[in-house]
């Protein structure tokens, strides 16, 4: 199949191929909504994997990836992976980290619905405090052998509790655990959580960041040894952010 403008020239297809001869450097990055992408065969298929190309949506797109790269930067991470919410983007991050028999320390006056996720976890074996995370001795009362997670929201969302991150991931390494950070009312642009010891940042990208009303989306940063753990479960649990979605998201930044 061949696309053909008004003149009747060969405009961008040739053969159902892009052909690099007439596509330019775009100032703008294009939309791609395109499922999948052609392979020449099943080995082809492996290699494109293998290579984190692109060959299927919920794998890899580059839309998505674009704005990973841009939260990467903004947050100075290593890497992140884009969510299709900021609930799932809390959601993908704890169940990649926790297993059955883990104990999570949580802020009381979280994002409601982060509350009620977390305590979806008992069903799971996995058992949660709630503590006021600005009382470092209240926290340090409930860590037990058992805690894997700290986890708290930078300025939290509606009651603007305000947590001190370093403190709190001074007293989560002091055991070994994970501080976990939703910095949604923040933002990269106000404060960067890792660089103040946060294992893992959490944002909704559907909210300030975006800040247009028309998007939802979340993001999660982090070493590339997490983020790989993380994009893995996210591949299988089908929470990988809209392509369309992940497109407006960049134009904020173009």
């Known amino acids: 199949m061949t696309y053909k403008n008004e003149q009747n020239t060969n405009i961008l297809y040739k053969g159902n191929k892009i052909d690099p001869n007439r596509v330019s450097d ?3 990055m294009p939309l791609y909504l395109s ?3 052609n392979v020449a065969d099943l080995d082809d298929l492996q290699n494109t994997y293998d290579r984190k190309g692109y060959a299927y949506t919920r794998s890899h797109n580059a839309n998505r990836d674009g704005i990973a790269e841009l939260m990467t930067y903004l947050e100075q991470s290593e890497n992140s992976v884009i ?3 900021g609930m799932s983007a809390i959601s993908t991050t704890l169940l990649a980290l926790l297993t059955s028999g883990d104990h999570v320390v949580a802020d009381k006056t979280l994002y409601g619905e982060s509350i009620d996720f977390l305590k979806t976890l008992s069903k799971y074996g996995i058992l949660v405090d709630f503590v006021d995370i600005t009382n ?5 009362l409930v860590i037990n052998a058992n805690t894997r997670i700290l986890y708290t929201e930078t300025v939290s969302n509606p009651m603007m509790t305000v947590a001190n991150i370093k403190a709190i991931a001074d007293l989560a390494h002091s055991h070994q655990s994970y501080l976990i950070v939703d910095n949604t009312f923040m933002t990269p642009v106000l404060f960067h959580a890792l660089t103040d010891g946060a294992d893992v940042v959490i944002n909704s990208l559907t909210k300030f960041a975006n800040g247009h009303g028309d998007v939802t989306l979340g993001s ?4 590339a040894e997490i983020i790989e753990k ?3 479960l996210q591949v299988l649990l089908g929470t990988t952010g809209d ?3 992940s497109w407006l998201a960049m134009l904020i930044s173009q």
Do not use: G, Q, R
């Open 83 to 85: 969510t299709n919410t």
């Open 35 to 37: 499922t999948a992408h």
């Open 230 to 232: 993380i994009y893995n």
């Open 243 to 245: 392509p369309f979605d």
């Open 136 to 140: 470092l001795d209240e926290v340090a």
């Open 26 to 28: 775009p100032e703008v």
């Open 220 to 223: 999660i940063s982090a070493k």
